[in-house]
């Protein structure tokens, strides 16, 4: 009974760490700009299916695949930020930019479609059939490389946001742009980090997300109706609370496969996030906004 | 004394609705000049105009012989500009060290630069040092204020430009912010100072602007202000015992 408690808290970390990976670029663009960027989810598929290209190209160099992923994550970040969010900010409307990230989401989803075609693939990578065994738990080495990989990631996010100069310039434009201008820092530069670093983490997510999902091309839309509930849970905006609410979904996800019905996983997580937002509605951790006169 | 700060004719606007017509304002080196008038006069526009936070409709800003009227904040800021805003707007998250830190971004090359300026608005300031860790939004409005205040000198700027720095303080608090004011600008550092509380402001500056809807009522040494009959009516409260004697 215990190693099936131990076992199922691995997948859900598993599963849960690629959440935060995606959830973490939707709440970093939000926090910045107060903006949704409905494309994110296909920046994972891309990820996924660049990642897939390149093992297979290079017979089975995944990490190479990972690579590739992050790279055409980061500099889809960029084409989005520079084509869409920054000529529509020009123009001093809110709605303009989330109305053509939905355009742009549709349009790369039907591309995909008539380049990629419905059916799944099926992305095997070297790491996907080897195991682990520790006593009666056992985890594929795919599965150890994922929980690295965001682990890494997130520490690396969390290390760039505290210690450096730039990262807390950025928390500083997140806080209040105007004033961030007055320190020197230009907001525009900030922005666009932000979006490449939201895009690059989405593509690197697809590649980790890739070879245990069901690879089509609206592989990137199943995840991100989560992360939206992942980063509401945590209150939008908030690094920390995002990372917390992912590894929580992660692990209600596998809990409830294992004790009540895989079925009704959605129905558990939505009502978590129905949960939070009557009872907690600024998220698990609420920033404590105190105001002093 | 070379004139510093230099504004020509500036008209302001907040999309259609203008805001300030015919403002030319010229601080020297080294000296601090307030703005005074009543709420709604246009005081905190000009600052944000100066600071490049709100583009003018027409006229032009000079500063260090240098048209920057084009120029977004954050160039301003590197050419030697620092403003203190209006309800002074520290990082409410950021510890007090950060905020300080953000203060000197434009040395963030120079991390030792930034440490010593630090160490020295510590030595300002030690109750930021007190609290260095803490989030700057758990502090009092008078520390917050003094964070602002050493936020924005971080940056070693020849212009400092205060918003309204004695707004909600406790009077105790707000002699402070002014001595240290008139410390800062002992050391050369010139300042452009917005305040409703004339009183305060006309003893410490040496000139002044009275700003009266968006225009240039009138102006001079604080000296002359100071006895200036309208400006004692308007802004210093004696105006009933002034109007009083006046009367036939």
């Known amino acids: 009974m215990s190693s099936i408690v131990l076992q199922q808290a691995i997948n859900g970390i ?55 992923a992050l790279g055409l994550g980061a500099a889809l970040g960029w084409l989005i930020n520079a084509g869409i969010f920054v000529p529509l900010r020009e123009r001093g409307s809110e709605l303009l930019p989330l109305i053509a990230t939905i355009g742009v989401s549709i349009m790369l989803q039907n591309a995909m479609l008539a380049l990629l075609g419905p059916i799944p693939y099926a992305f095997d990578t070297p790491y996907s059939n080897q195991v682990i065994r520790l006593g009666t738990l056992f985890l594929t080495v795919q599965n150890v490389l994922i929980i690295l990989v965001s682990g890494v990631s997130i520490a690396l996010l969390y290390g760039f946001m505290k210690f450096t100069f730039l990262g807390k310039a950025l928390r500083a434009v997140s806080q209040d742009r105007e004033t961030a201008g007055l320190m020197g820092i230009n907001p525009g530069h900030l922005i666009m980090l932000t979006f490449v670093i939201a895009s690059a ?18 592989a990137g839309t199943s995840v991100i109706v989560k992360a939206f509930a992942i980063v509401i849970i945590g209150g939008f905006g908030n ?29 558990v997580v939505f009502a978590l996030l129905l949960l939070t937002l009557a009872v907690r509605p600024t998220g698990l951790i609420a920033e404590r906004r105190e105001e002093n006169v | 004394m070379t004139s510093l700060l230099q504004t020509q004719a500036l008209e302001l606007a907040y999309g259609q609705v203008p805001a300030c017509r ?35 409709r027409s006229g032009t800003i000079r500063f260090a012989g240098k048209d920057i009227t084009a120029l977004p904040s954050h160039e301003r800021t590197n050419l030697g500009i620092a403003l203190v805003p209006e309800g002074r707007r520290v990082f409410p998250f950021l510890t007090v060290r950060e905020n300080l830190e953000l203060g000197g971004f434009k040395f963030r090359k120079e991390h030792a630069r930034v440490r010593d300026r630090m160490q020295a608005m510590f030595g300002m300031f030690p109750r930021l040092r007190d609290r260095a860790a803490q989030n700057a939004g758990t502090l009092s409005g008078g520390e917050q204020q003094m964070l602002a205040l050493a936020r924005a000198m971080m940056s070693e700027p020849r212009l400092l430009c205060l918003d309204e720095p004695s707004l909600g303080l406790a009077p105790l608090v707000v002699r402070d912010i002014f001595q240290t004011i008139t410390a800062i600008n002992a050391r ?57 004697a006046a009367a036939p």
């Open chain 1, 14 to 68: 598993v599963v849960g760490s690629l959440y935060v990976l995606v959830a973490l670029g939707l709440t970093l663009i939000y926090g910045v700009l107060v903006q949704i960027n409905f494309a994110h989810a296909d920046i994972v598929t891309l990820g996924a299916f660049a990642a897939y290209g390149v093992t297979h190209l290079l017979s089975g160099n995944y990490l190479a695949g990972i690579a590739a």
């Open chain 1, 201 to 218: 983490l989405a593509g690197l997510s697809g590649a980790m997300l890739g070879p245990v999902l069901v690879l089509t091309p609206f």
């Open chain 1, 239 to 267: 690094v920390e609370g995002t990372i917390l609410a992912g590894l929580l979904v992660g692990l209600i996800e596998s809990y409830t496969t294992q004790f009540l019905d895989p079925g009704l996983i959605d129905i």
């Open chain 2, 22 to 56: 015919d403002i030319s304002i010229n601080v020297n080196d080294g000296e601090i000049v307030t703005l005074i008038g009543a709420n709604g006069a246009g005081k905190t526009t000009i600052l944000r105009a100066i600071a490049g936070a709100l583009p003018p």
């Open chain 2, 188 to 244: 050369g550092t010139a300042v452009l100072l917005v305040e409703q509380n004339a009183r305060y402001a006309l003893q410490v500056a040496r000139r002044g602007y009275v700003l009266q809807t968006g225009s240039i009522a009138t102006s001079g040494p604080c000296s002359e202000l100071r006895s200036d009959l309208r400006v004692q009516e308007a802004y210093l409260g004696r105006g009933a015992a002034s109007a009083g």
